[in-house]
């Protein structure tokens, strides 16, 4: 059974930083592509970042040059690095792992994110 562990929110400044990070349960990780997602309320799940296997990652236009996805496969632990933190980031973030050819995709719990003064 795949659980993935989110932390490493809270409540931070504007212009702030956090790091959310995602611990995974199963050896799969290392063979998985890893994103992150948010939800902000009211609004629909938006995907972040993501990172693939061979660790090329990808970013949603309105956190470039902030955000930073990294993983590291012998803690089978993906990071966001979070910087320069506006109250638009406000969300609750999801960890999400998968392998497509598989059929396979797994979701953590979430962490809240809030940015205000």
């Known amino acids: 059974q795949v659980q993935l562990v989110e932390s490493g929110g809270g409540l931070v400044q504007p212009g702030g930083s956090l790091r959310p990070s995602c611990a995974a349960s199963?050896?799969?990780?290392?063979?998985?592509?890893m994103s992150w997602y948010r939800q902000a309320p009211g609004n629909g799940r938006e995907l972040v970042a993501s990172?693939?296997?061979?660790?090329?990652?990808s970013y949603v236009d309105s956190v470039k040059g902030r955000f930073t996805i990294s993983r590291d496969n012998t803690k089978r632990t993906v990071y966001l690095q979070m910087n320069s933190l506006k109250p638009e980031d406000t969300a609750v973030y999801y960890c999400?792992?998968?392998?497509?050819?598989?059929?396979?995709?797994?979701w953590g719990q979430g962490t809240q994110v809030t940015v205000s003064s």
């Open positions: 999400n792992q998968r392998r497509p050819y598989y059929n396979q995709n797994y």
């Open positions: 199963t050896n799969i990780f290392s063979s998985s592509a």
């Open positions: 990172i693939g296997v061979g660790g090329s990652s």
